[in-house]
């Protein structure tokens, strides 16, 4: 069964970090690509940051940036983003997903998707 399940979330102060992290199983996890979504209430999913296969190419939104970190461990099948510096707008319920082969910034192009980890940042 392939599945992948997100755990770190939780409630947090301004300014504070947290680190995801993203488990895959049922999958050969170096053939594929992974990325981080959030979306928060009314708004429209996000995409935050992707990683390729091997780890050496990385994309982050704007809003991110320099605040996030991708990363991800092949042996452990586990995909990574360490956040810091939160702010309120960063509350949300993050996602990881897979993408076969390529790195992608686009939602749709993600065929597998976990189940999400609130992040809720407090003021």
């Known amino acids: 069964q392939v599945q992948l399940v997100e755990s770190g979330g939780g409630l947090v102060q301004v300014g504070g970090s947290l680190r995801l992290s993203c488990a895959a199983s049922?999958?050969?996890?170096?053939?594929?690509?992974m990325g981080w979504f959030r979306q928060a209430p009314g708004r429209e999913r996000e995409r935050i940051a992707a990683?390729?296969?091997?780890?050496?190419?990385?994309d982050y939104s704007d809003s991110v940036k320099g605040r996030f970190i991708i990363s991800r461990d092949n042996a452990k099948k586990t995909t990574y983003l360490e956040t810091s510096s939160l702010k309120p707008e960063d509350t949300a319920v993050y996602y990881c997903?897979?993408?076969?082969?390529?790195?992608?910034?686009?939602?749709?192009?993600?065929?597998?998707w976990g189940q999400g980890t609130q992040v809720t940042v407090s003021s």
């Open positions: 997903a897979a993408k076969f082969a390529s790195l992608s910034v686009i939602a749709h192009e993600y065929d597998i």
């Open positions: 049922g999958l050969t996890f170096s053939n594929y690509a």
């Open positions: 990683i390729s296969r091997s780890g050496y190419n990385k």
